[in-house]
């Protein structure tokens, strides 16, 4: 077989060498997915001073990440303004590319708050029933799909709440699991919930921790906040929180801006 018999990938180059051709263009690696989330040097400046300052994190879409920190620290604001609902005083934020600063409306709807402090939240006196009907009106999806969406993320979390029952008798780690399936009515990028270790037993978290691994599973990017790492084992990201020196610890108002110490 002659050297132009042979395959153009094969043929014998300067001095002997073989020539590889360059791979075609479905051959070529593919782009790296823009991350869920993209956070650089985030900061908050309430009444009382900065809430939080120097946030910086990456979250995949599809990963679970965590926001650990006491009271105080700004867990809930950061929260909130990770969802586009809070203004930055400093830092850069996008969500699946888009820009907080030029187009915060794209945030907004591509981002779904599950719990936040006692700012956002499924209503009390509302049932399992009523409070799906309650989202789907908020986040203007039609009944049938976001009943759809939230028994989907129901059964990845191998949870079953009776549709009956009040929001206000959900607790523990079911109002945790409840407030997650309501924010999954609607189709979300990331999805945040706040005080995930609230009213929950040392024993109770990891099998928390591991139904929300299956709803990210789903594809949103869970961000959820903690007093504690343990509440969160095995977070793909995680962000410490810490008072600023000489700070007490803290309530913090989203809502009005301002701060008291406790």
Known sequence: MTDDQLPA?????????????????DEAAAPPPTPALVATGLGLMGGAGWVFREVSLTVPAGALAAVVGPAGSGRSSLLLTLAGRMA?????????????????????GLTSVARAGGVIGPEPALTVHESIDERC???????????????????????????????EGVT???????????????????????????????????????????????????????????????ADVVVDLALPAGRTPWSFDPASGNGSAR
């Open 137 to 167: 009106l908020i986040d203007d999806v039609p009944a049938a799909e976001g009943h759809t969406r939230f028994d989907q993320a129901c059964a990845a979390m191998q949870f079953t709440p009776d549709p009956t029952e009040p929001v």
């Open 9 to 25: 990938a094969a043929r014998p180059g300067p001095e002997g060498s073989t020539q590889s051709e360059p791979p075609a263009p």
């Open 172 to 234: 523990g780690e079911r109002a945790a699991l409840l407030a997650v399936a309501l924010a999954f009515v609607r189709t979300s990028a990331v999805i945040v919930l706040d005080d995930l270790d609230r009213d929950i037993a040392v024993a109770g978290r990891g099998a928390l921790a591991q139904a929300l691994r299956r709803v990210a599973d789903l594809g949103p990017a869970l961000v959820v906040a903690a007093t504690d790492s343990s509440a969160v084992p095995g």
């Open 88 to 108: 930055p005083t400093e830092g850069l934020l996008s969500v699946l590319g888009h820009d907080l600063a030029a187009d915060a409306a794209a945030v907004r």
